[in-house]
């Protein structure tokens, strides 16, 4: 069985890689500088001590992305570009997408496999979920930083392609499961997805963040408006983050003293993790807000519902694209804004 990984940053080099070290047979799809970054191979460790080098990884060229239409068609695609590449990305596929392709859409947020669909309708196109943080602590090494598994979809007409992947790609460096509840594990992730912008702002690493009750308030607010528009859809959260999504608002909200005490799982994470949002905006690249805060805002609108601390927050990530708005926001500043906008925070 053939995969390809089409997007080989962070999540795609490491599937890739902790898919060739179980023996599958993967090839890449990657930008020029990723290619020659990772012409000698890749390292991959994480947070439990596992670790494996890669000595070889396969490219497919531009060249022969420009192949005929099936011409490289493979048994499994995945497609690990951000959310905002998508779109761009699938004018690059036709090589690589035969009849029985199946298409796995690996973002995190809503909405990223509606393109996908619309491209391919005569292919199965899958949703996969990482619920791990993946960083790159030196050039060709790739670090998972925190738990959580990869989730593969199980379609209803046919389960067995999702569990026999899973089982297949499944080990200590690539904690793999599938599910038949899909939509409700997008809404448990993108809840805690919602803190990807806060982080971004804040311009601090994560567990710096969450030792901060402001930040948490502010987080916590994001995350009930999330829960007001899952009710109306009725859609009843998995835990993704060791306790149910409904009680997360309330026990991030509590004081410091008490947070640090009971949630030492929470904050039990790299102190270098920062959320993948953040590194968007350091480089200069247009975040995925709009899939994550801009989802909520979208499909709360849809059922007449108000969703203004993310919709406040996706004006200011766009402000912050655009260079109108400077980072290293504190935790009070960013509440000070929900509240009447009365903040010292301004921009157009
Ligand atoms: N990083 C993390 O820890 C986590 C990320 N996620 C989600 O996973 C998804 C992927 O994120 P992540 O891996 O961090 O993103 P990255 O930006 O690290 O990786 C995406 C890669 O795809 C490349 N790419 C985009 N378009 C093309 C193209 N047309 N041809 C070739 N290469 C292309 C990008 O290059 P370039 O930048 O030059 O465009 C980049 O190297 C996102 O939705 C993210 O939210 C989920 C859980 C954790
Ligand atoms: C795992 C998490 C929440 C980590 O920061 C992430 O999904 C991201 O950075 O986008």
């Not at 311009?203 to 009750?213: A, S």
């Not at 835990?239 to 999504?245: F, Q, R, Y």
């Amino acid at each position: 069985m053939q995969h390809v990984v089409f997007g080989a940053g962070l999540i795609g080099g490491y599937l890739a890689g902790a898919m060739t070290d179980k023996g599958l047979d993967v090839s890449m799809v990657a930008r020029p500088a990723v290619q020659e970054k990772l012409a000698d191979g890749l390292r991959l460790t994480d947070y439990q001590d596992h670790a494996a080098e890669i000595n070889q990884v396969t490219f497919i060229s531009d060249k022969q992305l420009g192949d005929a239409p099936q011409s490289r068609a493979c048994d499994f695609l995945w497609l690990t570009v951000k959310c905002t590449a998508v779109e761009s990305a699938l004018d690059e596929l036709p090589a690589l997408v035969g009849p029985n392709t199946v298409i796995f859409c690996v973002q995190n947020g809503l909405g990223s496999d509606k393109a996908v669909k619309e491209k391919f309708p005569h292919n199965t196109v899958m949703r996969a979920m990482v619920v791990f943080n993946v960083a790159e602590p030196s050039a060709g090494h790739l670090h998972r930083g925190s738990e959580g598994y990869l989730w593969i979809e199980e379609l209803a007409d046919c389960p067995d392609i999702a569990r026999d992947l899973a089982t297949n790609i499944n080990s200590p460096l690539l904690p793999t499961r599938s599910c038949d509840h899909m939509q409700a594990l997008l809404w448990a992730k993108l809840q805690l997805n919602l803190a990807n912008a806060v982080n971004a702002l804040a311009d601090i690493p994560v567990k710096e963040m969450l030792e901060d009750r402001d930040y948490r308030r502010v987080i916590a607010m994001l995350m009930r408006e999330l829960l007001v528009v899952c009710k109306a859809k009725n859609i009843e959260l998995p835990a993704v983050a060791n306790l149910p999504g409904r009680l997360i608002p309330i026990f991030i909200a509590l004081p410091d003293f008490v947070f640090k005490r009971v949630g030492q799982k929470m904050i039990a994470i790299d102190p270098t993790v920062r959320a993948s949002m953040w590194w968007d905006l350091s480089a200069g690249k247009t975040t995925e807000v709009d899939y994550l805060n801009g989802a909520v805002v979208r499909e709360g609108e849809a059922l007449g519902l108000q969703s203004s601390a993310n919709k406040r927050l996706v004006e200011m990530i766009h402000a912050a694209e655009r260079g109108q708005l400077a980072r290293g926001i504190s935790g009070k500043d960013l509440i000070a804004s929900f509240v009447g906008h009365s903040s010292p925070l301004s921009y157009p």
